[in-house]
Structure formats: C-alpha cells, structure tokens
Nanobody, 120 residues
C-alpha cells in the first residue's frame, strides 16, 4: 500500500535550519504535486508549500523567503528546506502527495508527520 514517510524533524534553536525529507512508495504513479503542511498544538493545519511536476512552487505567506520546497522525482522523494527558523514555526510537519492528472487542490496520501521544535 501507499506510504508517505517524513523524516528530519528535531529540536533547533531560533535562527537555525533543518531539512525535512518525504519518502513516497507503494505503487504510486508519477507524483504530480508535492505538498507540505504543518499543525501546531491547538491550531488548525496550515499550508506551507507545494511544488508541481513542472517545478512551479507556491508558499504560505508566513514561510515565503525562508523555506524552499523541492523534489527528486527519480527517487520519489520530496524536501522542505527551512532556514531562519523561529519559535512560531514549531509544529508537526506533514508531507502530502498527489499522483493524478488534474489536481483539484486536495491530496490523496499523507504522512504521519515529523515534529519540528524551535527554541529561543
């Protein structure tokens, strides 16, 4: 069955950097959209970034200029590079993938999340 697994989370001081990795497997066709979302305790899930198969990216206002989304299609692996981390970035980060033809803005497959904690 399809698996989406995030890794790379951890504890980092404010101003530091982390790179999250998303490994997708289990019978997916070519992934057309990769997404990253995050959820802090007591908060709703927040959009972070997406990248389309052609390379077009989109970022949430709170992370634009600090975070970079990328993917290696040959490895079925997505990445989120996070620079200039702030305490407000503390959350569980989730990876999502879509492998259909026409994207309507939702994802079929989600990972379990990886915790990112930023300390001051």
């Amino acid at each position: 069955q399809v698996q989406v697994v995030e890794s790379g989370g951890g504890l980092v001081q404010a101003g530091g950097s982390l790179t999250l990795t998303c490994a997708a497997s289990g019978g997916l066709r070519d992934i057309t959209v990769w997404g990253w979302y995050r959820q802090a305790p007591g908060k709703q899930r927040e959009f972070v970034a997406t990248i389309m198969s052609g390379g077009t990216t989109n970022y949430g206002d709170s992370v634009k200029g600090r975070f970079t989304i990328s993917r290696d299609s040959d490895k079925n692996t997505g990445y989120l590079r996070m620079n200039g981390l702030q305490v407000e970035d503390t959350a569980v980060y989730y990876c999502a993938v879509y492998d259909g033809d026409i994207w309507y803005g939702t994802f079929d497959y989600w990972g379990q999340g990886t915790q990112v904690t930023v300390s001051s």
